[in-house]
Structures are given as C-alpha cells and as structure tokens.
C-alpha cells in the first residue's frame, strides 16, 4: 500500500485524494464556469449533485455529451445577433439568458418577444471538445460524487470509458 501512495506522490507532487485532484480539475477545465458544486463555482448550467448520484459510466457519457438539452439558438431579431443561450428564467415578458459564446458565459435580459429560440446545432460542452483523458474524468467524477453524497469512494478510469 506504501508504494501505490509513493507512486502517486511521485507523479503528482502531492498526496492528494482522487476528490482533491477532481476538484482541482473540476476548476482548471472550466467545469465550474457553468456548474456549482459544494459552494465554489457558478450555477449557471444544470445543478450536478442529481447525477452525482448515479454510475460513474452514466456521468462520463454526460460530461462527454456534445450537445446538451438546455442550451439552444438564440437569435436577437433586431440586429441579428446569434449566439448559444441558456434559459434560467422568463418574467414580466422578458428572459433572462447565458450567452455561451463568452468566457465566462454573460448574462442577458432580453425581451422575449425581441428573440426567437431554436434548437442547438453548433455549440458543444466544452468537457466534449476538451476531450479530457480517463484519469483526469475519472478524478472530476469521483470529485461530483463526493459533492453530491460525501463518498470518498475511487473511481477507477475504466468506469468512465
């Protein structure tokens, strides 16, 4: 057990825990642009402690999703402006959107009636044009599981092929 603990110190630098090196790259790859999890990050995407629940497998084949069910088209109709938009919230005739196009995503208000909205054919999750490898997907799964129940439990890279 002393050499799996020395060989991990030898490559990373560090003896820190799968969740810790999940964090950490839940940070450095932009995860935590859009999603928020155990109070660090911007809950702008999906809450992810619900698939945190679920297998390994299941949250790598979300994670490597190119297209995602909540982002679609937006189209300003007055000067033509299109970006890739996510809806949090419609009120008073108006929608509140995260243009995906920047980094970090800027939010919008905007008349509803001033846009029209249509299905998302070209804007990917950044995770999927990334391409993070399995370890490194198998440490920010291990990471939202830990958020979403507190199990520290390992996530080995052949779970999330």
Same mark, same amino acid.
């Given at each position: 057990?002393l050499?799996?603990?020395?060989?991990?110190?030898?490559?990373?630098?560090s003896?820190?825990?799968?969740?810790?090196r999940?964090?950490?790259?839940?940070?450095?790859?932009?995860?935590?642009?859009?999603?928020?999890?155990?109070g660090?990050g911007?809950?702008?995407g999906p809450?992810?402690?619900?698939?945190?629940?679920?297998?390994?497998? %299941?949250? #790598?084949?979300? +994670?490597?999703?190119?297209?995602?069910?909540?982002?679609?088209?937006? *189209?300003?109709?007055?000067?033509? @402006?299109?970006?890739?938009g996510?809806?949090?919230?419609?009120e008073?005739?108006?929608?509140?959107v995260?243009?995906?196009?920047?980094?970090?995503?800027?939010?919008?208000?905007?008349?509803?009636?001033?846009v029209?909205?249509?299905?998302?054919?070209?804007?990917?999750?950044?995770?999927a044009?990334?391409?993070?490898?399995n370890? %490194?997907? #198998?440490?920010? +799964?291990?990471?939202?599981?830990f958020?979403?129940?507190?199990?520290? *439990?390992?996530?080995?890279?052949? @779970?999330?092929?």
């Open positions: 057990m050499w799996i603990v020395m060989l991990l110190f030898a490559q990373t630098g003896a820190q825990t799968q969740v810790e999940g964090e950490a790259l839940f940070a450095e790859k932009g995860c935590s642009t859009c999603h928020a999890l155990k660090k911007t809950a702008i809450d992810l402690t619900g698939i945190g629940h679920v297998t390994p497998a %299941a949250i #790598a084949m979300a +994670v490597r999703s190119s297209v995602t069910q909540y982002v679609e088209t937006i *189209k300003v109709k007055e000067g033509g @402006e299109t970006f890739p996510y809806t949090v919230s419609k008073g005739g108006n929608i509140t995260f243009d995906l196009s920047k980094n970090p995503p800027e939010k919008k208000v905007l008349a509803e009636s001033a029209t909205k249509s299905g998302n054919d070209k804007w990917k999750h950044p995770p044009a990334a391409k993070i490898d370890v %490194a997907l #198998a440490d920010i +799964v291990a990471y939202i599981r958020a979403a129940s507190g199990s520290r *439990k390992a996530v080995d890279p052949s @779970e999330v092929q």
